[in-house]
Structures are given as structure tokens and as C-alpha cells.
């Protein structure tokens, strides 16, 4: 009996390529966490990243002086969690009730999305929110914000799921400056804000919101 028949009487098939991507692909696990509950923190081992499913995170550092600084947003299609070291410097905790799917890097290659393009859009976006930080007044880095998440969330209506707190601590002012900023955005009809917490948000002028940047 030939090696072959012998394959065959066994029950054994040949794999083909579709096959051999599938068992090679990462096992996502899904995870589901509470608004303020930690995914990571500071000095754990990175062996995964993050796809946001629902929900919104914030990712952060702590300053030695105790304030919170907060790197960046992801929402729904959002992944985060990358890093270069093998150990996260940051914190990533949930805003609200959110769900993740969580993808070991074991095999980059395999992976759903490019770690590549994946560092590359985290430095550009980095790099804008930067400028933004450097050039804009405080009603110009709230504008810029508005526009940012309208392209996170896709469209000119959304629900911010941020705090003020949170809005401030991200660009880099104070509580009350980014409260007048969104009133008086509102008050010249550039935006809406609707909701008991006036979370809801519908651009009325894309064209005026960036005027304020320029």
C-alpha cells in the first residue's frame, strides 16, 4: 500500500490555503466592561490589542504631579492597545458600558489589521492633535475636537460619550474654557447640543467649525 492510500485509509485530506489561514488566524475574545472599569494598565505585558465593538475608551498616562493626561479616544472600529516595548505605558480604561474583542499578537501576519498601518495612523493622528494643541485658542482645539469624533463616529451627528472633564484633559485646558467653548459653538449655530447632559451633537457648519481652526 502506497504512502498516499495509506493517508487516505487513515482519514486524513490535504489542507488548502483558505484552511490553513483559518487555523492560523488569532482567537478573538470578547470582553465587556463597565463605564470606569480598567482594560489595562501601566506596566503590564502587552500581548494583544483591542478592537472597540461598542462603547468608547479613553487611554491615558498619569503625570508626576498627579494630573491625568489623556493620549486619545477610540470608538466603535477604534484598536488600541499597541506597543513597542512589550509593555503598555498607559492606561486604557472604559467611558461607558462598552464591548471589545481582544486579538493576541502571536502571529502579526495573521492578524485582521496591519500592525504597520496601524503604528502609522496612531503617529499621524498623534502629529495632527499636536498641531491642534500648539496653534488653536481654546474655542479653535474644541472645534477641531467636534470635527475630529464627527470622523470617528462617521457623520455629523453623534453622542459624544466623553465628559468635559474628559474633553479638558485632552486638549489641554481647563474644565470651564472647554464649557464656554461648546456654549458659545452653540450659541453662534455651529453646532447643537441636545440631551439632558448635552452629549448629543449635530454640526450645523463644517465650514465654520474649521474657519475657527485655520
Partial sequence: MTIANNVATAGF??????EINRLRAPVQRLLSF??????????EQASSIYRVNEGAVRVYRILPDGRRYILAFHCPGD?????ANGRHDDFAEAIC?????????VDPAAL?????????????TARERQLALVCQSAIGRVAWFVLDMAEHFGGSDYEL?????????????????????FT?????????????SHR???????EKLKALID
Fill in 13 to 18: 485530506r490535504p489542507v488548502g490555503p483558505a
Fill in 34 to 43: 463597565e463605564g470606569g472599569q480598567l482594560i489595562y494598565r501601566q506596566g
Fill in 79 to 83: 484598536w488600541f492597545g499597541l506597543q
Fill in 97 to 105: 458600558e462598552s464591548n471589545l474583542a481582544r486579538f493576541p499578537v
Fill in 112 to 124: 485582521p489589521v496591519s500592525l504597520l498601518s496601524l503604528a502609522m495612523e496612531n503617529l499621524a
Fill in 161 to 181: 460619550f466623553m465628559s468635559r472633564r474628559d474633553v479638558a484633559d485632552y486638549l489641554g485646558l481647563a474644565v470651564e474654557s472647554v464649557a464656554r467653548s
Fill in 184 to 196: 458659545k459653538l452653540a450659541d453662534l449655530h455651529i453646532i447643537q447640543m441636545e440631551g439632558r
Fill in 200 to 206: 448629543l451633537i449635530r454640526i450645523l457648519s463644517r
